[in-house]
């Protein structure tokens, strides 16, 4: 562990060209806490169906956190609107080809 996150890019890339998927910071994501996948979408869409809305999931793990939980199955959750030190976001947009 550092004490510390890491500039962007400062790490190869995975195997899909992205970096910094895991470890650095925990990504916010915006799913609603769920206590297991049951009835989860199927499609890759944000599950924001019941649940518990008021916290959303974080996802990868982050410098602060012990190896066995800097994967990206790991799982914790933050209340909305609080800041955290380990805790970020990715943008993301759905590219049309001509």
């Not at 400062?10 to 996948?37: Q, R, T």
């Not at 009835?39 to 974080?58: K, L």
């Not at 959750?77 to 380990?86: F, K, M």
Request: glycine letters at 14%.
């Amino acid at each position: 562990m550092t004490g510390e996150t890491a500039p962007v890019g400062s790490f190869k890339p995975n195997a899909f060209g992205l970096h910094d998927m895991i470890g650095n910071a925990f990504e916010w994501v915006e799913d609603c806490v769920h206590g297991n996948y049951d009835g989860a979408p199927t499609d890759g869409s944000a599950w924001i169906e019941g649940g518990n809305c008021t916290y959303r999931m974080d996802r990868g793990g982050s410098w602060n956190f012990p190896p066995d939980r800097v994967r990206s199955a790991f799982r914790d959750s933050s209340p909305t609107g609080q800041r955290i030190d380990n805790l970020g976001f990715r943008v993301g947009r759905t590219l049309i080809a001509p």
